[in-house]
């Protein structure tokens, strides 16, 4: 599955009240591996930057003025989103400004069930521990040296590396991806895996009565049969649909 792992830097707290996107930087990953794509501008926000918000990302107003305007960039970023799902560290931050911004070019909002937010995770899964994306790095061991300051695309970077470890763990993600690219072709473009031994059946005899009955009303070769008609030492196979993950 495709997703946008993203981050902002702005130049304070609520756009509302005037403040701006200052960076921007995205990593498309598949199935939770980074596929190498990524997105980043630097944007002149066209007014002021405040002390407290310059000590946080470092970007100050001589650097950023002559920068892109988010108006020049919005529509690649849409293109690069395309309709992807996007995650975000406090999702409702990232989100309330980069709306606030499609707004103001009277471009349609990005729904926020198409959101993931990496912290909503985190608390879930850590209750009253630590959940910021520096303590989420430091418990699972992403390498934060090159990080002395906040920036969108690192940011980012570090995120798409947590958010495979909150989804399971980056083993899980790279069976994922193993199982996306070769189950299908190894097994006649089907989804299946067998198991080393056949498991005890727990259906009472009533159970399976009614259950031949059901199929019986299917047709004459529901696919039920390939798997009733396997002897009982072969391998049965076992299939296993590739879940949507929330």
Known sequence: MREIVFDTETTGLDPTKGHRIVEIGAVEISNLIPTGRTFHFYLDPERDMPEEAFRVHG????????????????????????????????????????????????????????????????????PGASNTLDALCQRYGVDLTRRDKHGALLDAGLLAEVYAELMGGRQTALILQADAATLAEENGGEFLRSRPQKLASLLTEAERAAHEAFIAKLGKEPMWLRYLAQPETAEPAIETPMEKRA
Not at 71 to 92: G, P, Q, T, W
Not at 93 to 104: K, Q, S, W
């Open 59 to 126: 970007l100050s107003s001589a650097f950023l003025t002559g920068q892109k305007k988010f108006r020049e960039i919005a529509d690649s970023f849409l293109e690069f989103v395309e309709d992807a799902n996007l995650v975000a560290h406090n999702a409702e931050f990232d989100m309330r400004f980069v709306n606030f911004e499609l707004g103001l070019l009277g471009k349609a909002a990005i729904p926020f069930d198409r959101v993931v937010d990496t912290l909503t995770i985190a608390r879930r899964r850590h």
